[in-house]
């Protein structure tokens, strides 16, 4: 009975740690805790996103962005790869991409409209079409959402510095974040930041949508982008 004691406790012990400690608390963000040292620093960082406010609702624009991908978080959309007639899944269901374009509509940016039509004057610069445009699906796809915000909007620095407040101040509210090197991923970059000052994100993996520090990941940074409010 001891050692099945010993086992038990040891086994909890190990799952607490993965909990707390696994990829800066990954698991607990993903769970909707967020637990941090309440003893570190608190980092300030200045908020210097756009004040653009073009639908005029009191609330500026990159804001609005992150409110609407948040809901995803709220709802706990299920992640779940498909390929939908008219493109668009159901509310309940999505990958990292939809959380990007819900997010947009937020601040009124049809981003598959915009897409289609940039795709379809450019198809040779878009990767995953392969030459022949498919509206029901090519604005869902990572590389081409990398490529349109790449010519589109405005390209920052792809290095997180959490040593470095001024570095941190360059992840804002509302900014884009892309990865291709082995995992094809997009977030959006929230207005929560974790007490070293770096940024949250907003994103779409297994099993459903949540919130998680940006720190987290370990597959490079691609793309960090902003749109042009």
């Known amino acids: 009975m001891k050692t099945l004691k010993y086992i038990l406790l040891g ?113 040779e610069l878009y990767p995953r079409t392969n030459g022949k445009p498919d509206p029901n699906i090519d604005f869902r796809r990572v590389p081409n959402q990398n490529v349109f915000f790449k010519r589109h909007t405005v390209s920052l620095t792809t290095k997180l510095d959490i040593s470095d407040p001024k570095n941190l101040e360059e992840w804002q509210p509302g900014d884009i974040v892309t990865f291709l090197d082995g995992f094809h991923h997009v977030a959006i970059i929230s207005d929560k930041r974790a007490r070293d000052g770096s940024p949250y994100v907003i994103h779409n993996t297994q099993p459903f949508a949540a919130e998680v520090k940006l720190k987290s990941f370990r597959t490079p940074i691609a793309g960090h982008y902003r749109w042009k409010f």
């Open 11 to 123: 086994t909890l012990s190990l799952v607490l740690f993965l909990m707390l400690f696994f990829r800066n608390g990954i698991i607990l963000d993903s769970l909707n805790l967020h637990l941090e040292n309440p003893f570190s620093k608190r980092i300030e960082i200045p908020d210097s996103y756009s004040k653009v406010d073009r639908n005029s609702n009191g609330i500026a624009d990159p804001l609005d962005v992150v409110a609407s991908a948040r809901v995803e978080v709220d709802n706990r959309t299920k992640y779940k790869s498909n390929y939908y007639n008219g493109g668009f899944p159901p509310t309940e269901e999505g990958v990292c991409t939809d959380v990007v374009w819900r997010g947009l509509q937020g601040a009124g940016i049809d981003l598959k409209k915009l897409m289609d039509a940039d795709i379809a004057d450019n198809i």
